[in-house]
T-cell receptor, first 111, second 113 residues
């Protein structure tokens, strides 16, 4: 049981480049989330999904897109990276009304 | 606006003493509260939670108290151990919102020998 895994762990992008962050969970959780953590700001919700094929916007969705084609995977895309998207990204999953399990994070730097 | 606030960015406590971490919230719709612990370069890990129908929940050395009228919760760690040194995040969610969490900014706890 690997829990929640994230790929990659680190990435450096240039402004305007695109990339996809992958989150995978093997706990059969219905709900999945993407958060970003910035210094002094805690974790903020970007997008979330309540089931396969569904996605919804969180608190800070601008500049990001997501897809949940399979129940176990939740992808976060940056179409045109900006320096303001430099952050640590955490994926989480949970049962419908349960505690979230977090992945180890992806540290992204946009130059 | 910051709906969940942790006004103390850091706290230093001696080993064996009690650590008290505080959290305030403004959204009266929040009815489930959680504490997460985070070590550097790792994801947050769940520590303890409390539903709004309770005012106290205990798990070993960790106790969370909820004062709904004051919109305030606190995490007590007794006794504090060096391994407790980490950043602690308070989080809240509301029924019917897909368990979306609103986080505070965190408190860094340092337990000294």
């Amino acid at each position: 049981n690997a829990g929640v895994t994230q790929t990659p762990k680190f990435r450096v992008l240039k402004t305007g480049q695109s990339m996809t962050l992958l989150c995978a969970q093997d706990m059969n959780h219905e709900y999945m989330y993407w958060y970003r953590q910035d210094p002094g700001m805690g974790l903020r919700l970007i997008h979330y999904s309540v089931g396969e094929g569904t996605t919804a916007k969180g608190e800070v969705p601008d500049g990001y897109n997501v897809s949940r084609l399979k129940k176990q995977n939740f992808l976060l895309g940056l179409e045109s990276a900006a320096p303001s998207q430099t952050s640590v990204y955490f994926c989480a999953s949970s049962y419908s009304a349960g505690v979230g399990d977090f992945g180890p994070g992806t540290r992204l730097t946009v130059l | 606006d910051q709906q969940v606030k942790q006004n103390s960015p850091s706290l230093s406590v001696q080993e064996g003493r009690i650590s008290i971490l505080n959290c305030d919230y403004t959204n009266s719709m929040f009815d489930y509260f959680l504490w997460y612990k985070k070590y550097p370069a790792e994801g947050p890990t769940f520590l303890i939670s409390i539903s709004s129908i309770k005012d106290k929940n205990e798990d070993g050395r960790f106790t969370v108290f909820l004062n709904k009228s004051a919109k305030h919760l606190s995490l007590h760690i007794v006794p504090s151990q060096p391994g407790d040194s980490a950043v602690y995040f308070c989080a809240a969610s509301a029924t019917g919102t897909a368990s979306k969490l609103t986080f505070g900014t965190g408190t860094r706890l340092q337990v000294t020998l």
